[in-house]
């Protein structure tokens, strides 16, 4: 019984999101605040410097405790027909680092492509270049993390199934970096950093599609390090 009663309560309540959706492209005459959500039109207005600007001002926000009051289900209606982000984040699959949190973006605003590590495949080139070509994202961010929990397994040379190959696509980061222990926080983060140069690295010698754009000028590439104890995003210098 109780289970009808809620569920005939939740019908107004999808009506009404899917009107306060339909609001955002007609003259919102209800005086309701039409949910902002990326469009064709601004995300073309974008530019690679601007699109890292929103990234830098949404953390600063998270960081500020002034994140943004947001209606999720009014953005997912307004959504429903196509996306528009402004921005693909590489971040490892860190259940501290939620992406969308940290830079305080919505419903569409940003692609993720997430796993440990934050490394380079040929199937996270194959999703960039889709987002970035295909769907027109402006700014590549490549996101390690503090404490990362692959990065110390590929110090320690860690073996475990697939793991195991995973581990050894950050093995070239740890090389360069010399010797060092997994316990040593400041060693473990000289080596996210690597990581994070070998990855924008690969994405620029083994996608033509991205490089392209990179050289026109139409995409940007960055790295950053999101510092799980404060919450805050370090972008690193060219
Ligand atoms: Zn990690």
Known sequence: MRQTT????????AFAVSASGLAQTSADTAGKK?????????????TPASALEKLKKGNARFVEKNMKSRDWLAKVSATAGGQYPFAVILACMDSRAPIEIIFDQGIGDIFGI?????????DVLGSMEYATKVVG?????VLGHTSCGAVKGAIDDAKLGNLTGLLAKIRPAVSVSGPGSAKDDAYVNKVVQANI??????IREKSPTIK???DAGTVGLVGAIYDVSTGKVTFLPD
């Open 212 to 214: 392209a754009q990179l």
């Open 6 to 13: 809620i569920a005939i309560a939740l019908v107004p309540l």
């Open 114 to 122: 997430r796993i440990a590590g934050n490394i380079v495949n040929d």
């Open 197 to 202: 140069s070998q990855a924008m690295k690969e």
């Open 34 to 46: 039409a949910p902002s959500v990326q469009t064709s039109e601004s995300q073309g207005g974008m």
């Open 137 to 141: 994202s402006k700014q590549l961010v």
